[in-house]
């Protein structure tokens, strides 16, 4: 069955919309009035001399956008690069990156300083040649998805304060947009790095109506996409129950979040009992299969705890990028390990998406 795409340019404001259009009728009954002719000593007075040029008619008063307007596409060369003062990936088209994080599988403690050597990256079981590589601090595109439905209530201002606190232990370069969503969803601020704008986004709390989580991610997916002008991707969302107000299902949502160069997702269930399993086993398979991380927290008070261990996993990842042995135009799933080796260490796990459609992202 076709599902609409979501659209997250929506804003919490959509009232407004009235007064812009009642004040766009006024701008274009003001600008008809200036370009008819009044009266014949004014007419008179208007009519250029010979040789001389007509003074320019002025231009109607536009109303503000009611949505954030999308930034143009940049050519995607071959490295990375800085732009505006902010590192940004640059890959040819052909190219696929993977950022990977590294645990230490008894400790389960982030191993860092490993070089290209270390890594080896199979796609459809095929070993493939790593043309990219980088094991720095990289900012990324973020976007927090925070539950608004009732039962969030009570939550609100201790998941506000980690949200914050996740940006803060962030990169300063970073750029994180806020969706608030109950049975429907917000996008309460744009991207910015001002934790002051986050800040009033996030407090925009109405706690009400159901849980249309998949939607939300799905929007908040596409507008990232859609805006970012950094290639690393991130969702950081906040949920305390089950879906059961969206348009898409888990496999319709998974599939999407699928698509080439889809965002990385972090999400903290905060579940009762009550329909625990099947909530749990959905944010469980979007994070793995994107390459993020799920946590269950048994109370409020661990969820600040988890946001900077969010920062800090983001923080350290490695970056690695390869053209695939297999054309993108041939089309269909493609299934993604890495694999990582170095002395000194004993087994090492990497954690990173399960796979991804090709040919499915838009020109950055």
């Known amino acids: 069955m076709f599902t609409p795409e979501p659209d997250i340019t929506r804003l919490r404001n959509n009232r407004t919309l009235p007064l812009l259009l009642v004040l766009l009728i006024f701008s274009v009954c003001g600008w008809a009035q200036t370009t008819a002719a009044p009266n014949s000593s004014s007419t008179q007075s208007a009519s250029p001399t010979a040789g001389q040029a007509p003074s320019p008619t002025p231009s109607p008063a536009r109303p503000e956008p009611a949505a954030p307007q999308q930034k143009p596409a940049a050519e995607p060369p071959s490295n990375g ?5 902010v590192f940004v990936f640059k890959k040819d088209v052909e190219e696929v990156l993977v950022h990977a994080t590294v645990m230490d599988d008894k400790s389960h403690r982030l191993i860092t300083g490993l070089d290209k050597d270390a890594f080896s990256v199979f796609e459809n079981d095929q070993r493939q040649n790593i043309s ?8 990324v595109a973020m976007g927090i998805v925070i539950d608004n439905s009732g039962s969030m209530r009570e939550k609100r201002d201790k998941v506000n304060k980690a949200a914050l606190n996740l940006v803060r232990s962030s990169n300063s370069q970073d750029e994180v947009f806020v969706v608030n969503f109950n049975d429907e969803y917000y996008l309460d601020q744009a991207f910015t790095n001002k934790v002051a704008k986050l800040q009033e986004a996030l407090e925009k709390v109405e706690a009400r109506g159901g849980t249309a989580l998949y939607d939300a991610l799905l929007a908040s997916a596409d507008y990232e996409k859609t805006n970012a002008r950094l290639q690393k991707r991130v969702l950081f969302v906040v949920t305390d129950g089950e879906d059961n ?6 496999e319709q949502t998974v599939r999407r979040l699928q698509e080439e160069n889809g965002p990385t997702v972090y999400a903290i269930g905060l579940l009762g009992e009550e329909k625990a399993h099947r909530a749990r086993r959905a944010l469980e398979t979007i994070a793995q299969r994107t390459g993020g991380m799920v946590f269950l927290p048994k109370t409020l008070d661990e969820v600040d705890e988890i946001s900077k261990t969010v920062a800090h996993d983001i923080r350290n990842q490695y970056t690695l990028g390869y053209k695939p042995t297999s054309p993108k135009s041939a089309g269909g799933y493609r299934a993604i390990r890495v694999e990582a080796k170095a002395k000194g260490y004993g087994k090492l796990v990497v954690r990173t998406r399960s796979g991804y459609y090709p040919g499915q992202e838009q020109s950055q």
């Open 245 to 250: 107000a969206s348009r898409n299902n888990l």
């Open 132 to 139: 990219f590589f980088r094991n720095e601090d990289i900012p």
């Open 81 to 85: 690069d800085q732009e505006g003062g």
